[in-house]
Structures are given as structure tokens and as C-alpha cells.
């Protein structure tokens, strides 16, 4: 199953930098650096090199030194990929990095395909598919809880849980089997009450599992936020005071839905999105039903409806949303915020919060323009987002093979439930029970195919 | 000297990659690396292990683990820098990279300024300065030629010529100054004859090396070469054309002249800079004489000179121009290239090359845009860069600092050789020869100030 080619890669981000790294995996590894490489003591080899060591000298193309380079050598079985590894760190010229990567392509090397020193870690065992994933994700992860999530899961996190269940099951299936092969007899090694209570257990810890893909998905790609309010109500200016407060990130990226442009502030070490909405004033007093339209489904896409309103300023149709909306704003995180408390006079606030009070929103008062009063709204935005179920603790689906494949697990779980419940005949049942084994074997890669490998290592990127 | 602080950056392209190196260098390092680095086995410590050896272990910050990383060891002197260093590499997202050199900075490194790493290894006598100075040009070296002036100064071939002209100079100022001490009895230990005719030898030398610099700096930064003929004459159809011949690369730069883009093309492992010209057409008969002016300063500026005339089409006025060019071409690598020969007639191509013949300017006929014919023009490129007084052995002077303190150097030796014509007093001789030696000590290093390191350094990037 395994290419045996010796494979190479720029492991280091693309461009000039002071040193960059050549990592070659494969047999032929060693030999290979050998050719191209020269020791100082000229009668040494790198095959003859300990494992896990350092070596200076120089890479030779045509008796014409290319760079003064340092080998780093790590021998099969105990390497990333299981395989031989070198790794040359060279002077990070893109000239040398090129001309580098082509001497090793004259000598034997092939350029590795995006992710293929991760997908051999996997094909060699050191370690099942789930892990393989989330190192992509580690390297993509941008904030500290993606990170954070995406190191349980390299470390095993995911692959724990789910082993655990199809051991369980594979008891029971294996003894349900046995029952087949005496089926004249009427025999039942499976205590069809300890089944059903487990496969009760099994359903609940892969329904749970499921339904952390949203929390999950939302702390990898940031958790929408929606801020509700016209053009001139101070939006962007909220968004840059929430940035200097927390020295974040901000960068724009394409969101999920191409249409809006989104921002993206980390605060906390949480990535928020804030999505754009479109203002809900309109030229006549009533508010405009497709405006009204538009900015409900932001708001649904969203985990936290923010809406922000100018209290010097006439906001009359906002309250009028408000109202109209406000059986969808319960289902959600939501504060109203009321935003130039500077300039704005107090009847106009007073008014305000006691329109908060009335609807039950929580109301945070600040003017964004001079950065007061921020604190409160970042511990709300943070809290909401740990408000809910799951502890720290908790393993989180955030990749979306594991969310399908766990979606059917939990289908043919319901189905041995059923059966249970209705005695269907062993053989049935095994079906059943065999089918939530191969999606649960789907996420570790204890079932896998070509094409579904090829699909996950695709997006990886380069030298991993 | 050396600020004894152990200092630490990221040491690969900035940016994403499949892994990231940290690198600290000091007496620190490999304490500062134990208070956040674990082994698996925990009772294991980087201070206590071998050099030149790599360990597994994961990074952590308040009992949180921030990635799984290799850690590279190399012990002082033995280093790079000649001090104790440590390589961390890392998974390369960019949250990581940060996260991790933040650790340090709180565990006692400080963030490495532009180049210190080298400079910590010429301070530590590990190189001399013009080798240190060839690190970085090596890291910016985007062509064959450039990159192998910048990897011979670099394994010490500037350093070699120079620290051999000191130590011929230095032999003969010892005898001079010896003679000061015994001035009263008139003696004379340096043979007068023999100075002379070292100083005459070290003289051409020294004049040679600093010759080379308008050489071996267009070598480094691109061979310039202008291009005449108006805008319709298919000048940037034959850049493209001579682009895809070579599969080159082609790149937008700023030009040393700020009002002129410059095309940068490397053929045969030669960088060429293509300078703008403006077209030298006007609305009247005659040339404008500011454009001839203009035309002219590009003329001045370029190795190479490249009339490109369309076969096609009227060439009164650049036949004129050619004309009362001809003395300047002469002095430069010219040619004429006679393009759209597919689509003009036979006539008019036999009336252009008897031109040619009649200015004694090689000629080469093309049809740029199917790329036919374009091998005798590469050939022409390349040989005008090679048709000169330098070998592939000879040390070239790519530095700017350095030519200008050859070009002292000589001044001073030039005053030796006149001091001894005219037989001056052994006092002032001794004086002009140590202002040589403090000259040909600048270049290496042996004589240096921190203004002038700080210059060096500050060029380099962050990391090396």
C-alpha cells in the first residue's frame, strides 16, 4: 500500500528566510543525502551515522559546492513517518532551496505529494487517521483554542474515545456472532439486557460527540457573532476598540458564505467572526421585509447576536426589530449594546436600558470611539461562549468527515436499539452492530480507502 | 564586547509552513530550552546530553503543552555562533511560532536583532567579517552567479587575498618602524628595492580587486543591459520570448534609478537587468534632444546595448540616432537585433545588416514573437558577460564597503610607492603603510567599530 519511493519536500514556509529545511523520507533517504553530501572528513558516511544526530558539511552538485549545510538524521522505525528521515537545514536562499530540491530529484528523490510524510506516519502506524488530520489542523490553527483543540486531537484525544466504543461493541458483536454459528440451537451468549444498556451508552457518547461538531467546528473556524445595527451606529468602531483592547489578530477572510466579507478578531484566545449585516434602517418608517429577511438568516447562522445601537441617535425601527425579533434573539447569545454614551443623553440611555430590562437582554453601555466600558462586553462574549455543555475536558469534533461519519454511527446504534427492542434475530442485529463498527472505524482509519486518503492529505500542505 | 544575553528567532520564512526553527544562541540556551522542554522520560534534561544530537519532547507552558517539537543541540564552541545553541523545530503554524517565542522571551532569551547570530560568530572569531557579510548575501542570492560570489566569499576567498597582502605589508612596516627605534644611527633594515617592488605587486592587486567591483556587482544585482528602439518595436515580446527560452525567472524591481522598472531575467545562471529606455521616436523628423539625452544616460549606465529595430517598418531615425551613438556603443557590449524578420521583406533586412556591418556591430535577426532565432543572442548575452579580464578563480569584489576601502587602500599604497621614490623618512613611510593595513583590516574585520558592525548587521534579516 505504501509507495517505496524515497520522498522529498521544503518543509519550511515558501520564500527567503534565514535557514529553510529539506526533509527527505524513504529507504533511500541516507543513500541519497550521501551523494549529494560532503563531510569535512571525507571518509565518513551518513549511513554509518548514529541515529538522531547532527552533522556539518557541504552539498556537493558536479564537485561544485552548492551550500555549507547541517544533516539531521533520524532512522526507521523511530521518525515522523517511521521511515528514514533527513532533514538539511540550508541557507534559506529560494536559489539554494530550488537548486537544492532538484539535486535531490537527479539523485533518486521524488517530490512528495501535500501531506504525504503524514499519510506514511499513518500507512507505517505511528498514528491512526484522526491524529494525521488534525496535524494539518495544528499547523492551520491560528488561535488558541483551535490550537488547543487540534494538539488533543494529534495527541489522540478523538482516536481514544472512539476506540474505546468499538471495543466495547466488538465484544458484543463477537459474541452475538457466536450465537450464529449455534443458531439451530437457540442459544444467547449475548445478555441481550447488557447489550441494550450498553448500546444505550454507546448512543448517548456518540450523539454527544456528534453534537459537539457545532461548538467544536464554531472554536476551529471562529464562533459567528452577528451585529445587528444601521451603517453609522459606530460598528467598525467597536470592531478596531475590541482589537486594540486585546492586541488581536484581525484579517479579512472569504467567509463560508461568499457573499459578506468577514472580520476576525481573537480575543481571549477565542477567534470570533463577526459577520456583516446589512443595516435594517430603510428610507420609510417601517422596516423593509426583505432587510428584515436578510438579517435573519445572519442571525441565525450566528452563536451571538450583538445588536449595537447609537443612543444619540433616533432608534426607533431598531426597537421595532427588536420586538419583532425577539423570539429568535432568546434562542441566542444576545446583548444589546448601547454605543455613544459619551455624547448621547441620559433620558435617551435610561430609556434604552430599561427597553433591555423589559426584553431580558442583557444592555452594555460604552462608546466605542474612546474604548470605555469595554470589559463587560468581552467577558460576555467570551462566557457565551463557555457557557454550554462541555468542560475543557471534552473531546470536540471539528472536522466534518468525523461529524458525518459519527452521524451515521449513531443511525445504526438506533437501529441495534430498535432491533433490541423488537428481538430481531441475531444475525440482524450483528448487521447492525458491524455497520456502527465500520463508521466508527472510519474516523481512526481502521477502515480507509484510496480515495478517501487522498481526499483528507490533498489539503495538507507541502513537507508535512 | 559581545552582549552576553542568550538571544533567540525565528530563523525560517516568516509565515505558515510544515514546520517553523527557533534558535537560541547563548550561554543560556540549553537551561532556558530545559525550563520549557520536556523529554518523555521526565527526568531527562537537554543540559546533560550529547552535542550535535536531537531529541523529542513537547514544549510547555504552565503545565499546558503548546506543540510536540524536535529540539536540535550544539555546544560551544562547536556552533555556528561558537556558543551554545539550540534549534526547536516546531509545527509551523504561526500561532505556535509566536506562542513559543513568547515562552522564551519569558524564560530569560531576548529577541535576536537583524543578523546577531552572525555577528556573534565573527565576535567569537568564527568568521571574518567579509565572510560574515557573505551570509547575507548568500540568503539573497537569486542566481547561479550571484549565489557562487556569495559562497566563495563566504568559505573565505575576499578574506584570503586580503589577510595575504597584510601579512606581506606587515613583515616590511615591522622592519620600517624597527629602523625608527635605531633612527640615530642611520641603519636601514628594510631593503628600500624590495619594498618597492612589494608595494608596486600589492598595488596592482589591490587596484585589481577593487576593479573587479563593477564586475562582480553587476554579477550580484544583475548585469544591466539596455534596450533601444521605440515602443512599438516588439521589446517586451523579446523579453518574454528570451523568458520562456530559458524558463527564467522574470521579476519587478524597483531599479537604483527610481523612476525606471526594471525586468529581471536569469539566463544561464546569469541575472540580466533590462533598463527601460523611452522610445527615442518623435513627431518631427529630426531627434529630440532631450530624448537623445535620456537615451544616453541609459547608455552610459548598461554593460550591454541592444538596438532593436523592426524590419518592418521606418528606421530612418534610429539609423540617425545609431549614427551619432556610434562612438558610446562602442565602448560597450552593442548590438544590433533586427526583428520581424517573418513579416518584412528581404530588402529591407539586407540594407539593415550592411548597416550593421558598416558600424562593426555584431547583428542577429529574429522573429521575437515565434522565438526563432533567438540561440545567437543568448550566446551574444551570455559571452559579453564572460569577455573579460576576470577568471571563474578570480576573487570578486561584490561589496561596496569593501571597494571603498580598497579604493583607500590604494590611495595609501600609491603614497608609499611615491614616498619612496622620493625617498622619505622611514617615519612617514611607516605611517602610509599602516593606513593601508587599516584599510585592507577593514574588509576582514581586524580593524572595526561597533558603528560600522551595526551598519553591517542591521541589513541582515532576523534570525542569522
Known amino acids: 500500500m505504501i509507495d517505496q519511493n524515497t520522498i522529498c519536500a521544503i518543509s519550511t514556509s515558501p520564500g527567503m528566510g534565514a535557514i529553510a529545511v529539506i526533509r527527505l523520507s524513504g529507504s533511500e533517504a541516507l543513500a541519497i543525502t550521501d551523494s549529494i553530501f560532503q563531510f569535512p572528513d571525507k571518509n565518513k558516511q551518513i549511513v554509518n551515522q548514529d541515529p538522531n544526530t547532527l552533522h556539518y558539511g557541504s552539498i556537493l552538485s558536479n564537485n561544485e559546492i552548492i551550500d555549507e549545510v547541517i544533516v539531521a538524521l533520524f532512522k526507521a522505525p523511530h521518525s515522523f513517518t517511521g521511515e528514514d528521515i533527513v532533514e538539511i537545514s540550508c541557507h534559506g536562499s529560494v536559489y539554494i532551496q530550488q537548486t537544492l530540491l532538484q539535486l535531490l530529484i ?85 445478555n441481550r439486557k447488557e447489550l441494550s444498556s450498553l448500546s444505550t451508552n454507546i448512543h448517548s457518547t456518540i450523539k454527544k460527540l456528534a453534537d459537539s461538531f457545532r461548538y467544536g467546528n464554531a472554536l476551529k473556524n471562529g464562533i459567528p457573532v452577528a451585529i445587528i445595527g444601521d451603517a453609522n451606529v459606530g460598528k467598525s468602531t467597536l470592531l478596531n476598540a475590541l482589537l486594540k483592547e486585546e492586541k488581536a489578530i484581525v484579517s479579512d477572510i472569504a467567509g463560508t458564505t461568499r457573499d459578506v466579507i468577514e472580520d476576525v478578531v481573537i480575543i481571549g484566545g477565542i477567534q470570533f467572526r463577526f459577520i456583516d ?60 449594546i448601547i454605543n455613544k454614551i459619551d455624547i448621547a443623553n441620559n433620558e435617551m440611555i435610561d430609556e434604552l436600558v430599561q427597553m433591555g430590562d423589559a426584553m431580558e437582554l442583557p444592555t452594555f453601555q460604552l462608546a466605542a470611539k474612546h474604548k470605555t466600558n469595554l470589559d463587560q462586553l468581552i467577558k460576555f462574549l467570551i462566557d457565551s461562549v463557555q457557557d454550554n455543555s462541555y468542560s475543557q475536558n471534552d473531546v470536540l469534533i471539528t472536522n466534518a468527515r468525523h461529524y458525518e461519519s459519527l452521524r451515521n454511527a449513531e443511525t445504526a446504534i438506533t437501529r441495534v436499539l430498535v432491533g433490541l427492542q423488537n428481538e430481531i434475530s441475531g444475525d440482524f442485529l450483528s448487521q447492525d452492530i458491524r455497520e456502527c463498527l465500520h463508521y466508527l472505524g472510519e474516523i481512526t482509519g481502521d477502515i480507509s480507502t484510496e480515495e478517501v486518503l487522498g481526499n483528507i492529505f490533498k489539503n495538507f500542505c507541502i513537507g508535512k
Open 277 to 336: 449585516t446589512a443595516g435594517i434602517r430603510t428610507t420609510s418608517d417601517t422596516i423593509e421585509t426583505i432587510g428584515i429577511e436578510r438579517t435573519f438568516d445572519k442571525i441565525e447562522q450566528a452563536d451571538i447576536v450583538l445588536t449595537l445601537i447609537d443612543a444619540d441617535s433616533s432608534f426607533n425601527e431598531i426597537i421595532m426589530f427588536l420586538t419583532r425579533m425577539s423570539e429568535k434573539l432568546h434562542e441566542k447569545h444576545s446583548a444589546l
Open 106 to 190: 537527479e539523485h533518486g528523490c521524488r517530490i512528495a505529494k501535500p501531506g504525504e510524510f503524514t499519510q506514511r506516519a499513518f500507512l507505517n502506524g505511528k498514528m491512526d487517521l484522526s491524529q494525521a488530520e488534525a496535524v494539518a489542523d495544528l499547523i492551520s490553527s491560528s488561535s488558541k483554542a483551535s490550537h488547543g483543540i487540534a494538539l488533543k486531537q494529534m495527541r489522540g484525544g478523538v482516536s481514544t474515545e472512539i476506540k474505546s466504543l468499538r471495543n466495547q461493541l466488538l465484544t458484543f458483536t463477537s459474541l452475538v456472532e457466536l450465537e450464529l454459528d449455534f443458531s439451530e440451537e437457540d442459544v444467547e451468549f449475548a
